[in-house]
T-cell receptor, first 117, second 111 residues
Framework: EAGVTQFPSHSVIEKGQTVTLRCDPI?????LYWYRRVMGKEIKFLLH????????ESGMPNNRFLAERTGGTYSTLKVQPAELEDSGVYFC??????FGEGNNEQFFGPGTRLTVL | GQNIDQPTEMTATEGAIVQINCTYQTSGFNGLFWYQQHAGEAPTFLSYNVLDGLEEKGRFSSFLSRSKGYSYLLLKELQMKDSASYLC????????????WGAGTKLIIKP
């Protein structure tokens, strides 16, 4: 079974540019999460999809961030325009269980390291 | 407020035992997770506790005391490959069941 994949692995862009990150969850996993980790700090929740619907987007920093999951399969996270403080590692995770259900182990992708110059 | 604390870094010797502590303050505790993350890789699930007590899984065990807001991860018979960051995360009802993460404990294993 293929794991969670993310593309690209690294992205270096200039302030003001646009970047789109992609996540392919494990096939059949309805729950898809986006997280961000700024260097030296804890992982922070951004967004949670259940199938194609946004279940919780309370962690999205501002309206420069847009996440989509058309068709309930892969997801994209677009940052437009990017700012210096957007730098960090963006992780995607997926889970087959409902988000509040027992041990809803999340399977993480390797992350996309975004550097905004 | 919501807060997860764990030591920044620990060092242990190959073959020994190490205990990584995690204390938390959340308004709606609904389970505690431990993840392992090797440098540059994805976090991987280690354990889940929702009731008080010890959960054992091979060389790794995790303990929870809800009344104390405290958990630990116990690693036995340490191997060099156990060098990694260990992340404590609490699922919080009052945060829409999302995970609140600690900053992680970097564990260094020496021969």
């Amino acid at each position: 079974e293929a794991g969670v994949t993310q593309f690209p692995s690294h992205s270096v862009i200039e302030k003001g540019q646009t970047v789109t990150l992609r996540c392919d969850p494990i096939s059949g996993h309805d729950n898809l999460y986006w997280y961000r980790r700024v260097m030296g700090k804890e992982i922070k929740f951004l967004l949670h999809f259940v199938k194609e619907s946004k279940q919780d987007e309370s962690g999205m920093p501002n309206n420069r961030f847009l996440a989509e999951r058309t068709g309930g399969t892969y997801s994209t996270l677009k940052v437009q325009p990017a700012e210096l403080e957007d730098s960090g590692v963006y992780f995607c995770a997926s889970s087959s269980k409902r988000f509040g259900e027992g041990n809803n182990e999340q399977f993480f992708g390797p992350g996309t390291r975004l550097t905004v110059l | 407020g919501q807060n997860i604390d764990q030591p920044t870094e620990m060092t242990a010797t190959e073959g020994a035992i190490v205990q990584i502590n995690c204390t938390y303050q959340t308004s709606g505790f609904n389970g505690l997770f431990w993840y392992q993350q090797h440098a540059g890789e994805a976090p991987t699930f280690l354990s889940y506790n929702v009731l008080d007590g010890l959960e054992e899984k091979g060389r790794f065990s995790s303990f929870l005391s809800r009344s104390k807001g405290y958990s630990y991860l116990l690693l036995k018979e340490l191997q060099m490959k156990d060098s990694a960051s260990y992340l404590c995360a609490v699922r919080d009802v009052d945060s829409n069941y999302q995970l609140i993460w600690g900053a992680g404990t970097k564990l260094i294993i020496k021969p």
